[in-house]
């Protein structure tokens, strides 16, 4: 989605690694903006927002006008001034077709060279090669290069290729994603193939409970289909595993010493089912993630193997030991993984026991993971990156159930961030347990009650502090008086709830299936052109899960004063992904109304339509929806939305907590359209769900949409706009 401004606006292998047979044969075994400050500066606390008049380029104006135009006419200037902005955004296609040629241009002077390898494509820089000089130097100089990040570079999934970015001449460039965005994209990838199994998966157990109704009194063959169907796999977490290595969509799918790029001490998973896609660590069960034999050439022929690389300290061992900076862990095997998790028998100094002797004896650090329980995932824990840990010590002993263990002591390395988990407690932030906590206090309750959770204001920045104000806290969208609303739609016949998508009509416009799981209270599988939800007309009720996004707010969110950025808005609660946070309410206008308006920051155009049909550069999204039925695309004398959003949502006066949600080049939250009481198009609401598993006390924020100078001010300059949204691949402008 968009934004469009109004002056200023929101919007818009190895054999250590599974495989997939062997994964799937393993499933039945258990599991142990500023608020539309744009993220400029501001920094007074009696004027929030910095009042700023410009309007919007088109596309085309974007390309023709020069940097710095003279000013012009006084009759051009008022008839610019008069023209309605749209939404702007970089153009998808073009882009993509210039970083092409550039490629092209490269690899005919020779600067790069392209390999094929294993089926896939390897890119080599040419300008770093560790194994040129490895031959030369000892064991411990080999590792530090390894910690320090500075590995040759490998190959990059498909998902994970540069982008392009303008330079101020206008010029694309190619830009390399970094380290933080291809584990995000990676850990988002991840979460669709999820959700997707989880929607088989709650596919499969309706069809089991039909088939074991139907399967009471004589036998039938749908009592038979129970019978064979009721023992099949269960976890979609390893399902999801095994399509990404199906589809060689893992993220360093070669195991290293040393921390992960893009992977910071103090990085939260969700699952262990993350830490494999990412090349964490790659056992899904193992606590010691370790290199074989398969790694005993090339550049690493000077270690000794096994090596581990990474451990999982989860309390599965009774005679584990960890006291923060220092642990003492206990070997794998003799463990009875399906009973009392106790040990049965000796361990035995091979695989992983044997990889971290190896470690010991050639001073090789490795990754330490913590796992802490946690109500927020769907596995009953989350796992914390802890930092590089050193073995200093091995021995084999008498453990508490009377059988051989090997025990390993490991220190924490010198210089690395401060540890955020300990033996006791798992601590991600301090989160208010009564208001009386909250520290810089400047409202209880924004909403007024409204809300049937309420939420906070703080201020710890201004001198004296002082809350939002200059707008009225609203529920639910209104409506200005030249806007008529569409009739409802014709609803569906489904009765309670929805259960069968081949029958619902709702569901049919959706591709003939829910967009939603049921899972931690509904969630979207993946972001989609337009998502059509059951409204007012149909037969089901309000737990229907294709009303996901109808249902009050269920976090506990608090805005929040920040130094550079404004108002900001955070949440309490863990957010997993694809669920609904918020809907941005307002007035709903026509946008030729609002386009005179000056010093409002918080229009928010509707351009759903726009980018179902892809106009101005934006990007498409999935289409697993019924085109002919939404009226707006079909009518003959609709060119008049061609190019320009017809309504937008206006929350300069009126509005509610979403109207405080910065702009982020990296953001946590997206914008999806939804309908339900009508099909309208161009009417659509407008929904922000999470991108990603969001942990507590993190900023949410999206992406506006903005395209770098396409923002022109009254006398037709180019205005530009930092950006402090703090990115790891931020802009450095909004606009």
Same mark, same amino acid.
């Given at each position: 989605?968009?934004?469009?401004?109004?002056?200023?606006? /929101?919007?818009?292998?190895?054999?250590?690694?599974?495989?997939?047979?062997?994964?799937?044969?393993?499933?039945?075994?258990?599991?142990?903006?500023?608020?539309?400050?744009?993220?400029?500066?501001?920094?007074?606390?009696?004027?929030?927002?910095?009042?700023?008049?410009?309007?919007?380029?088109?596309?085309?104006?974007?390309?023709?006008?020069?940097?710095?135009?003279?000013?012009?006419?006084p009759e051009e200037n008022e008839m610019m001034s008069s023209r309605r902005r749209?939404?702007?955004?970089?153009?998808? @296609?073009?882009?993509?077709?210039?970083?092409?040629?550039?490629?092209?241009?490269?690899?005919?002077?020779?600067?790069?060279?392209?390999?094929?390898?294993?089926?896939?494509?390897?890119?080599?820089?040419?300008?770093?090669?560790?194994?040129?000089?490895?031959?030369?130097?000892?064991?411990?100089?080999?590792?530090?290069?390894?910690?320090?990040?500075?590995?040759?570079?490998?190959?990059?999934?498909?998902?994970?290729?540069?982008?392009?970015?303008?330079?101020?001449?206008?010029?694309?460039?190619?830009?390399?994603?970094?380290?933080?965005?291809?584990?995000?994209?990676?850990?988002?990838?991840?979460?669709?193939?999820?959700?997707?199994?989880?929607?088989?998966?709650?596919?499969?157990?309706?069809?089991?409970?039909?088939?074991?109704?139907? $399967?009471?009194?004589?036998?039938? %063959? /749908?009592?038979?289909?129970?019978?064979?169907?009721?023992? @099949?796999?269960?976890?979609?977490?390893?399902?999801?595993?095994?399509?990404?290595?199906?589809?060689?969509?893992?993220?360093?799918?070669?195991?290293?010493?040393?921390?992960? +790029?893009?992977?910071?001490?103090?990085?939260?998973?969700?699952? !262990?089912?993350?830490?494999?896609?990412?090349?964490?660590?790659?056992?899904?069960?193992?606590?010691?993630?370790?290199?074989?034999?398969?790694?005993?050439?090339?550049?690493?022929?000077?270690?000794?193997?096994?090596?581990?690389?990474?451990?999982?300290?989860?309390?599965?061992?009774?005679?584990?030991?960890?006291?923060?900076?220092?642990?003492?862990?206990?070997?794998?095997?003799?463990?009875?993984?399906?009973?009392?998790?106790?040990?049965? !028998?000796?361990?035995?100094?091979? &695989?992983?026991?044997?990889?971290? %002797?190896?470690?010991?004896?050639?001073?090789?650090?490795? &990754?330490?993971? &913590?796992?802490?329980?946690?109500?927020?995932?769907?596995?009953?824990?989350?796992?914390?990156?802890?930092?590089?840990?050193?073995?200093?010590?091995?021995?084999?002993?008498?453990?508490? #159930?009377?059988?051989?263990?090997?025990?390993?002591?490991?220190? !924490?390395?010198?210089?690395?961030?401060?540890?955020?988990?300990?033996?006791?407690?798992?601590?991600?932030?301090?989160?208010?347990?009564?208001?009386?906590?909250?520290?810089?206090?400047?409202?209880?309750?924004?909403?007024?009650?409204?809300?049937?959770?309420?939420?906070?204001?703080?201020?710890?920045?201004?001198?004296?502090?002082?809350?939002?104000?200059?707008?009225?806290?609203?529920?639910?969208? %209104?409506?200005?008086?030249?806007?008529?609303?569409?009739?409802?739609?014709?609803?569906?016949?489904?009765?309670?709830?929805? *259960?069968?998508? %081949?029958?619902?009509?709702?569901?049919?416009?959706?591709?003939?299936?829910?967009?939603?799981?049921?899972?931690?209270?509904?969630?979207?599988?993946?972001?989609?052109?337009?998502?059509?939800?059951?409204?007012?007309?149909c037969g089901c009720g309000p737990s229907c899960v294709n009303r996901t996004s109808?249902?009050?707010?269920?976090?506990?969110?608090?805005?929040?004063?920040?130094?550079?950025?404004?108002?900001?808005?955070?949440?309490?609660?863990?957010?997993?992904?694809?669920?609904?946070?918020?809907?941005?309410?307002?007035?709903?206008?026509?946008?030729?109304?609002?386009?005179?308006? #000056?010093?409002?920051?918080?229009?928010?155009?509707?351009?759903?339509?726009?980018?179902?049909?892809?106009?101005?550069? !934006?990007?498409?999204? #999935?289409?697993?929806?019924?085109?002919?039925?939404?009226?707006?695309?079909?009518?003959?004398?609709?060119?008049?939305?061609?190019?320009? +959003?017809?309504?937008?949502?206006?929350?300069?006066?009126?509005?509610? *907590? $979403?109207?405080?949600?910065?702009?982020?080049?990296?953001?946590?939250?997206?914008?999806?359209?939804?309908?339900?009481?009508?099909?309208?198009?161009?009417?659509? =609401?407008?929904m922000l769900f999470a991108a990603d598993n969001i942990p507590p006390l993190q900023?949410?924020?999206?992406?506006?949409?903005?395209?770098?100078?396409?923002?022109?001010?009254?006398?037709?300059?180019? =205005?530009?706009?930092?950006?402090?949204?703090?990115?790891?691949?931020?802009?450095? &402008?909004?606009?």
């Amino acid at each position: 989605m968009v934004v469009v401004p109004s002056p200023k606006c /929101k919007g818009g292998t190895q054999s250590s690694i599974p495989t997939a047979t062997e994964l799937t044969a393993q499933m039945d075994s258990p599991d142990p903006h500023l608020p539309h400050s744009h993220s400029h500066s501001q920094n007074s606390s009696s004027s929030p927002r910095v009042k700023i008049k410009y309007r919007k380029r088109s596309a085309a104006e974007a390309e023709q006008t020069p940097p710095t135009p003279p000013p012009p006419p006084p009759e051009e200037n008022e008839m610019m001034s008069s023209r309605r902005r749209f939404s702007a955004r970089i153009k998808a @296609k073009e882009r993509v077709e210039k970083e092409l040629l550039v490629r092209r241009r490269v690899e005919l002077l020779g600067a790069d060279h392209e390999e094929e390898n294993g089926g896939r494509i390897r890119k080599r820089a040419g300008i770093r090669n560790s194994s040129s000089s490895a031959g030369n130097r000892d064991k411990q100089q080999l590792v530090e290069p390894k910690i320090l990040g500075l590995e040759k570079e490998k190959e990059m999934p498909e998902q994970n290729k540069p982008r392009t970015n303008a330079t101020s001449e206008g010029q694309q460039i190619s830009k390399p994603k970094s380290d933080h965005a291809k584990v995000k994209e990676t850990l988002r990838l991840f979460n669709k193939y999820y959700l997707q199994c989880v929607q088989e998966e709650e596919k499969r157990c309706r069809r089991e409970e039909a088939d074991k109704k139907a $399967a009471k009194g004589p036998k039938s %063959k /749908k009592g038979a289909l129970f019978e064979a169907t009721k023992h @099949k796999a269960k976890r979609p977490d390893l399902k999801a595993i095994s399509k990404m290595l199906e589809a060689r969509e893992t993220l360093y799918p070669e195991k290293r010493f040393g921390n992960i +790029p893009g992977i910071d001490v103090g990085h939260q998973f969700y699952s !262990r089912a993350e830490m494999v896609v990412v090349g964490f660590h790659s056992h899904w069960l193992n606590g010691i993630d370790y290199m074989g034999m398969s790694y005993s050439k090339g550049e690493y022929s000077n270690y000794t193997f096994p090596l581990a690389v990474s451990i999982v300290l989860s309390g599965m061992y009774e005679d584990d030991l960890d006291n923060a900076d220092n642990i003492v862990y206990t070997g794998q095997g003799g463990q009875n993984l399906t009973g009392n998790k106790r040990q049965i !028998r000796d361990q035995k100094l091979e &695989r992983g026991n044997l990889a971290l %002797k190896n470690c010991l004896e050639q001073c090789v650090p490795v &990754r330490v993971v &913590r796992g802490h329980e946690s109500a927020s995932s769907y596995c009953g824990k989350v796992y914390t990156y802890d930092g590089l840990y050193k073995v200093v010590q091995y021995w084999a002993e008498k453990g508490i #159930s009377g059988f051989t263990v090997f025990k390993y002591r490991l220190k !924490r390395l010198e210089g690395q961030p401060v540890l955020t988990t300990n033996q006791v407690q798992f601590i991600y932030g301090r989160v208010p347990q009564t208001i009386s906590e909250i520290r810089g206090l400047v409202c209880e309750d924004i909403t007024g009650g409204l809300e049937d959770v309420p939420i906070p204001a703080t201020n710890l920045v201004d001198d004296p502090p002082v809350a939002p104000t200059g707008y009225t806290y609203c529920k639910y969208i %209104k409506v200005a008086k030249n806007v008529k609303l569409p009739p409802n739609a014709i609803g569906c016949n489904c009765k309670g709830s929805c *259960v069968d998508p %081949k029958t619902c009509s709702c569901a049919m416009l959706n591709g003939s299936d829910f967009p939603y799981v049921h899972r931690d209270g509904g969630r979207l599988i993946e972001a989609k052109d337009v998502v059509f939800e059951c409204g007012p007309s149909c037969g089901c009720g309000p737990s229907c899960v294709n009303r996901t996004s109808q249902r009050v707010l269920k976090y506990r969110l608090e805005v929040f004063r920040t130094p550079a950025k404004g108002w900001a808005v955070r949440s309490w609660d863990f957010i997993p992904s694809g669920a609904p946070v918020c809907e941005y309410i307002g007035i709903l206008r026509r946008t030729e109304d609002v386009d005179a308006i #000056s010093g409002n920051d918080y229009i928010f155009d509707i351009d759903c339509l726009q980018t179902m049909k892809g106009l101005g550069g !934006r990007e498409k999204r #999935s289409r697993d929806v019924s085109i002919l039925a939404i009226n707006s695309l079909d009518k003959p004398d609709d060119q008049r939305s061609e190019s320009v +959003p017809e309504f937008c949502i206006d929350a300069g006066s009126v509005g509610n *907590v $979403a109207r405080f949600i910065n702009h982020s080049c990296g953001p946590n939250l997206f914008v999806q359209c939804v309908l339900s009481s009508h099909h309208d198009i161009k009417l659509a =609401r407008i929904m922000l769900f999470a991108a990603d598993n969001i942990p507590p006390l993190q900023e949410l924020t999206y992406d506006y949409g903005y395209a770098l100078d396409s923002v022109l001010s009254p006398d037709g300059k180019v =205005r530009k706009m930092p950006c402090y949204c703090g990115a790891a691949d931020c802009r450095k &402008r909004l606009f």
